[in-house]
């Protein structure tokens, strides 16, 4: 047992490193979700302020666009142009998808300074792309909405998850402790 720990110490301290920060991250994420009530359609700030950037990015636009709290569920409403395309639930915010990217540079740890730079420019990108994402998927379901399921659970998480891999994959190799130094 002593030589398996040893052959590989870096990748159980890294799965270590993992783990404690996504389940940090997690809890942190599930208390502050606490505070909001289910049962009375509560939909969190968070959630709120991604409805908010859309309605504005659709205005843009030049979309006639109302993002308004959903009658029936804890959730916000889309209309684009008059039609009710979509609704924004607290699992479209991509706060666990930041989690996930947080947690993993966490885990390949760089210098701090780096570390929380890296962290918080990643979290902007995936915010940033998120937004977009809910933008052109409310234009697509608009257009061709018999292509809701593909566009919404295939082409869209392919975009986020392979930026994110593409992140990780800069971080691991320019910038975490077990980048290759130029000699």
Known sequence: MKTYVSRHKP?????????LAY??????????????????LEVDPITKSIGGQTQWLLELFSVDAKVIGHPKQPALKI??????VARIIEG??????????AAFVVAF???TKQ???????????????NIGRIVLLS??????????????????????????????????????????KAV
């Open 11 to 19: 990748f159980l301290i890294f799965l270590g490193k993992f783990f």
């Open 23 to 40: 389940v940090i991250l997690t809890v942190g994420y599930q208390y502050y979700l606490s505070g909001f009530d289910q049962q009375q």
């Open 79 to 84: 209309i684009y142009n008059g039609k009710y």
């Open 92 to 101: 479209c915010n991509a706060v666990s998808v930041m989690i996930l990217f």
């Open 109 to 111: 740890t760089g210098r």
């Open 115 to 129: 570390t929380i730079l890296f962290i918080l420019a990643g979290c902007l990108l995936i915010h940033l792309l």
């Open 139 to 180: 234009s697509m379901i608009f257009h061709f909405p018999e292509h809701e399921n593909f566009l919404h659970g295939v082409i869209f998480p392919l975009i986020i998850y392979s930026v994110v891999f593409i992140l990780w994959v800069i971080w691991v190799n320019k910038f975490s402790k077990y980048a290759k």
